[in-house]
């Protein structure tokens, strides 16, 4: 059995799923991971169809250093995006597990939203390159661990009572005056 990084509060309302030692990097795959992170499972997977499309972006947040300009970042206040198309096909695959497992657990998919995004660093793969005067560096893959929770969002609550407004001890006896007149 896979080890999650936390279980959800509501273990009956939320579904789960995970990937570890997915081949893709590390970086790209953090942003696009947490981009999803508050969206519903459903539009969220439909914009990474998008975004493999080039028809949306991934903003990227914190990985930012080196990473181009790009217009259609502008829409989430920011200059910097990506198309990772590798990491978005990743993460697409995952949030169509976490949906059919949503439904598994016969939850309604279309108020289902993510709760809970964790990227971590897995174990690098080792290769190795040839490099000038005989000598060998190495080639080293960022692979990665995702996971994902989603939870089933209940209607609007009604607001309650308006609590009693406080009052002091020295307005309790005005009152309790006025009453006595």
């Not at 981009?35 to 028809?55: L, S, W, Y």
């Not at 990491?87 to 597990?97: G, I, P, Q, R, T």
Request: charged share 30%; with cysteine.
């Amino acid at each position: 059995m896979v080890k999650y990084s936390r279980q959800p509060a509501e273990p009956t309302k939320s579904a789960k799923s995970r990937v570890s030692d997915l081949r893709a990097h590390y970086k790209n795959c953090y942003e696009t991971a947490r981009f999803c992170k508050g969206m519903k499972v459903k539009a969220a997977i439909q914009h990474m169809d998008r975004v493999i499309a080039h028809e949306a972006i991934i903003p990227y947040r914190v990985h930012s250093g080196g990473i181009g300009r790009a217009s259609q970042a502008k829409v989430y206040g920011l200059p910097f995006g990506r198309w990772p198309e590798k990491s978005c096909k990743a993460v697409k695959e995952l949030l169509v597990n976490l949906q059919a497992n949503a439904e598994t657990k016969r939850l309604d998919v279309d108020k289902c939203v993510i709760n809970h995004v964790v990227v971590q660093r897995a174990v690098q793969g080792r290769r190795r390159t040839y490099r000038a005067h005989g000598r060998i560096g190495p080639y080293l893959s960022s692979n990665c661990h995702i996971e994902f929770h989603c939870v089933e969002k209940g209607g609007d609550v009604k607001k309650g009572d308006a609590p009693q407004a406080r009052i002091t001890k020295k307005q309790a006896a005005r009152q309790r005056l006025a009453i006595g007149k």
